[in-house]
């Protein structure tokens, strides 16, 4: 299939789901439904399709290596974007003003997470690229939501949300450009869409993991609602693969 049309899926169901902030108000109740959602998807795709394709691919432990280094990559990011890949942030700084950094981690955040999806440039794509693809765009939706909300907050003009929106949802779609032009130079030199996927896959786990297992209900107890969402992004994952 076309790869634009690819693109366009990692692009514009980010950008129009932030935009729809401007004109639906969702409760934190949703958006937190949504990122479980999302989170259960990238877990089972992790360990249902993924991950056995990583240690497949690689010895063991080089694997285990690159899987871990994602994990703490995404726990490096989150001291610049504030954890708001989870669907929250707490700043502190003047209104009419987002943080830089922020905007560094989250932007970084999206852009690796685009770089195993070089696959879509090919002739054809395989099952695993689309099921990829699906999982980096279901989990974008809810932190553009979750940005858009909080430049709304900070007052942030709305010519400048919407550059900041375009950005957020162009970010996978260079990365999987620049993952396409790295493959493209350096060929199959140290497996190096396995290692970009198996970076990604410890990005996602521990933002999975993180939004599946937060609460904040006392003993942790989780809403049938949660629980349901979580069943539901797992089934997707399980058909999809």
Do not use: C
């Not at 696959?119 to 980096?136: E, P, W, Y």
């Not at 970076?199 to 942790?220: C, D, R």
Request: aromatic share 10%; net charge neutral.
């Amino acid at each position: 299939m076309d790869p634009l049309l690819y693109i366009s899926l990692l692009f514009l169901p980010v950008l129009i789901a932030g935009i729809t902030v401007f004109f639906i108000k969702l409760t934190e109740s949703h958006l937190k439904l949504l990122l479980a959602f999302s989170a259960a998807y990238l877990l089972a795709l992790s360990f249902l399709h993924l991950v056995p394709d990583i240690f497949s691919s690689l010895p063991s432990r080089q694997a285990g290596l690159w899987v871990l280094a994602g994990f703490f990559i995404q726990v490096l990011l989150e001291f610049f974007s504030s954890g708001i890949e989870h669907g929250h942030a707490h700043i502190h700084a003047e209104k009419n003003k987002i943080p830089l950094v922020l905007l560094f981690g989250l932007y970084l955040h999206s852009f690796i997470e685009g770089l195993p999806l070089a696959g879509i440039f090919n002739v054809s794509q395989s099952t695993q690229q689309i099921s990829f693809l699906m999982g980096v765009t279901l989990h974008n939706i809810p932190i553009s939501i979750a940005f858009a909300g909080l430049l709304i907050h900070q007052q942030i003009a709305k010519n400048k949300i919407i550059l900041y929106l375009l950005l957020l949802a162009g970010m996978a779609p260079l990365g999987s450009l620049i993952g396409h032009f790295i493959e493209m130079s350096l060929g199959s030199i140290a497996h190096l869409s396995i290692i970009f996927t198996a970076i990604v896959v410890g990005i996602f786990l521990h933002i999975a993991t993180t939004i599946i297992f937060e609460s904040s209900e006392k003993n942790h107890r989780y809403h049938i609602t949660k629980l349901i969402s979580i069943l539901l992004g797992v089934a997707l994952a399980y058909v999809l693969t």
